[in-house]
């Protein structure tokens, strides 16, 4: 397999033997160069749509906008395509590095949802949730691949998030999430106390030491994010339940994003729920939010009224 900086190395020297710009050259050497020190691959074979759908999340929350992302993406795609045409690498991985479009889509619930930077945000219903944690529980490694789920699901965790969790993340209720993105630690309370004592069991059952990875793959190595997605894949798969964005289904971001729109139902604010989550702006935990008009909502929002003392 070729290694990453190899492929880069030789990328810049087809670039040079283009006779291309200096400063075209330094351009695409600084994107690739984000893409790798962010992905942290050796192997160029090694990028899947996940790794590319990470890294665009990743952007996002840095502050790029759509355009941004878009011409990343680009950068990206020319480099992946001449290594295939040169046939360094002989997987198509450009055809991961799709551009975002700007749409809006209707969720089951029938609440429209458009983020800042236009991608549509999912919401796993209570069914599918229901359905999916069954499943999981079902197949092989069942109780480690519920856990799995449930820690994005209860706890708004990132993919990467959720396979470098150790035990000693975990104290007195408390969960620290140390290599968030943009380096940053943050600790909040766990809010699930059934799920919190479910895990704290399955670290004892399991012998896991206080540093070791709570999450590892059948293999017993630490779990990456490929596989993380085949299992949620394969969950949903088996449960009959679209996988996908490309095919309108579900992503493994998407239980961080259901996550967050149910503490925006339960009446959260948006400021507390981006301290739990790591959002750095509070327009990005915004694009979870849906309408909902319910008439507890209503209510809520008639007796703060009252006690603001305005008549």
């Given at each position: ?9 030789e990328?810049k020297?087809?670039?040079a033997?283009?006779k291309?710009?200096?400063?075209t ?6 994107a ?7 992905c ?20 996002s ?6 355009k941004?992302?878009?011409l990343?993406?680009?950068y990206l795609?020319?480099?992946f395509?001449?290594?295939?045409e040169?046939?360094?690498?002989n ?9 975002y479009?700007t749409?809006v889509a ?6 429209r949802?458009?983020?800042?930077r ?6 796993i ?10 499943t999981a ?6 109780r ?14 990132r ?16 969960m ?7 380096n940053?630690?943050r ?13 704290l ?5 399991n012998?896991?030491s206080?540093?070791?990875y ?5 293999n ?9 997605d ?6 949903l798969?088996?449960s ?9 289904g579900?992503?493994?971001?998407d ?11 339960a009446?959260?604010t948006?400021d ?6 790591g959002h ?7 694009a979870?939010?849906?309408?909902n ?17 305005m008549?």
């Amino acid at each position: 397999m070729l290694q990453f900086t190899e492929g880069i190395d030789e990328y810049k020297k087809c670039l040079a033997s283009d006779k291309a710009p200096e400063n075209t050259i330094r351009t695409h050497m600084s994107a690739i160069n984000r893409f790798h020190s962010q992905c942290q691959l050796d192997n160029i074979e090694d990028v899947t749509a996940a790794v590319i759908r990470d890294y665009k999340d990743y952007l996002s929350d840095n502050g790029a906008g759509g355009k941004s992302i878009n011409l990343y993406m680009s950068y990206l795609r020319s480099f992946f395509t001449r290594l295939r045409e040169d046939e360094y690498i002989n997987r198509d991985i450009a055809k991961f590095c799709r551009n975002y479009k700007t749409r809006v889509a209707e969720n089951e619930l029938g609440s429209r949802q458009k983020s800042y930077r236009g991608d549509v945000k999912k919401f796993i219903t209570k069914e599918h949730r229901k359905k999916m944690l069954a499943t999981a529980l079902a197949i092989k490694f069942g109780r480690r691949n519920v856990l799995l789920l449930e820690t994005a699901l209860y706890c708004g965790l990132r993919e990467s998030e959720v396979i470098n969790l150790r035990p000693c993340d975990i104290k007195d209720g408390f969960m620290t999430v140390v290599n968030s993105k943009r380096n940053k630690t943050r600790t909040f309370c766990v809010l699930d106390s059934t799920y919190l004592a479910n895990l704290l069991s399955y670290i004892e059952a399991n012998l896991i030491s206080e540093t070791d990875y709570i999450f590892k793959s059948k293999n017993g190595k630490k779990m990456t994010i490929q596989d993380y997605d085949w299992i949620f894949r394969n969950i949903l798969r088996i449960s009959n339940i679209p996988a996908g964005r490309d095919k309108g289904g579900y992503t493994t971001h998407d239980l961080r994003g259901t996550f967050i729109t149910c503490m925006f139902d339960a009446g959260m604010t948006a400021d507390d729920i981006a301290e739990i989550v790591g959002h750095s702006n509070v327009r990005q935990t915004m694009a979870y939010r849906r309408k909902n008009n319910s008439e507890e909502k209503l209510n809520r929002h008639k007796a703060i009224y009252r006690k603001a003392g305005m008549k």
